[in-house]
Every structure is written in C-alpha cells, then in structure tokens.
C-alpha cells in the first residue's frame, strides 16, 4: 500500500460520501477532472454545479462531459465560486463540495483562488452541506501568493466550531517542492 496523494485522497473521500442522486460542487472546475468524476458519482437523478472564472477550461470541461454522455446532469457556471449563492437555489443540500486552489497548469498562472474569495466560497458550501457532508479542499501554494491564501485557510479552518465541523489536515511533511494540503471538513 502507498499512501496516497492529496489529489487521490480527496477522491477517496469524496467516494464516501457521494451517492447517486446527490447534489455537488466543483467549485473549481479547470479542465474537469473532478467535474467529470463527481458527474459520474451523483449519476443521472444527481446534479454538479461546476464554477470557473476561465471560459478555456469551461470548454474543455464541456467537452468531455458531453463525449461521457454527463453533460445533463452537469450545470457549469462562468463565474467566481465567491458567487455561489447566486447561482444555486435556495434550500440546496449538498453532500459534497471540492476546492483545488491555486492556477490552472498549462493556463494564465496569474489567475489564481485567492484567501478571501475561498473563504467566502467555502462559508456559502457549509451552509448548504448536508450532516455527514464533506468540503475538501486541495491546496496548491507554491505559486506567488499561494502561502497567503494557505495561511488565511488554515486560519479560518482552525476557528470552525468543533461542536459543528470535525477538520483534517492530510499534508506530507518531509516532501520537497510544496506538495499539495488536503483539509476536509466534515458537517457533524
Ligand atoms: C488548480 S486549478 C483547478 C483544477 C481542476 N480541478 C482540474 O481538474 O483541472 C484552479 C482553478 O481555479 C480557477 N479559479 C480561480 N479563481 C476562481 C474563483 N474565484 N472562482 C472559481 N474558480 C476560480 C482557475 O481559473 C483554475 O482553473
């Protein structure tokens, strides 16, 4: 067995919680990986609502759910994930939630998730998230002004009520080159 990656792990989790029929979030869709995963997890009585702030990806992203045949149960949002509310009905419940921060690879590196919109995002996720529900959230922080936003995260995380959320952090420590941190929140 080798542990897994923080990018693996949050599947792994994700895969606990998320049924058919559920209502998700990918709150950063980039190229649709996890758009796709989570289209596949919730199936066709569920629903994904993907947010971006870049068409490039949004395409992509639809592309393949439509070659996947998981384009009908996918509603994908040009919009910051900071928006949520805006977007999504009143009185949703979701079961899960997934954030992977920081840019795109392979895109403008200057368009990243920043600390405050996050946080903002995030606070939107739990008031929706159904009791046992997840929000993990895979932080990438080696890009300029990636440790201010994993510093202001870590700040917010550790403030949750304990009575309300239980919080891990998943990070290998003895890695060089800022491997990814995963936190996941669970809604007790
Ligand atoms: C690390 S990438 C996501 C990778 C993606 N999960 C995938 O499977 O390809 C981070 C994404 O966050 C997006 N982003 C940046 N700020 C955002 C915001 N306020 N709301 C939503 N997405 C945002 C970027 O455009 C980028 O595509």
């Known amino acids: 067995m ?12 994700l895969d606990q919680v998320v049924v058919p029929g559920d209502t998700v979030i990918d709150a950063t869709v980039g190229n649709g990986n996890d758009t796709v995963y989570l289209a596949a997890s919730v199936g066709k ?7 971006d702030v870049q068409s490039s990806g949004l395409e992509k992203t639809k592309t393949q759910l439509l070659l996947t045949g998981l384009l009908p149960q996918t509603t994908l949002i040009k919009d910051g994930h900071e928006h949520i509310n805006n977007h999504i009905p009143e009185d949703t419940e979701i079961s899960a939630a997934i954030f992977n921060l920081g840019y ?10 920043h600390g405050k919109t996050t946080i903002a995002a995030i606070n939107q996720c739990l008031s929706m998230l159904s009791v046992g529900g997840l929000v993990v959230v ?3 922080y080696g890009h300029p002004g990636g440790r201010e936003e994993l510093e202001s995260l870590q700040e917010f995380l550790k403030k949750l009520p304990q009575k309300d959320f239980q919080v891990l952090t998943y990070q290998f420590i003895n890695q060089q080159n800022d491997p990814p941190i995963l936190f996941a929140i669970q809604k007790r």
């Open 138 to 140: 895979v932080s990438y």
């Open 104 to 113: 795109l690879p392979g895109s403008d590196k200057s368009v990243v998730t």
């Open 2 to 13: 080798n542990l897994e990656s923080a990018l693996r792990y949050s599947h792994t989790l």
């Open 45 to 51: 009585s569920g629903h994904v609502y993907g947010f």
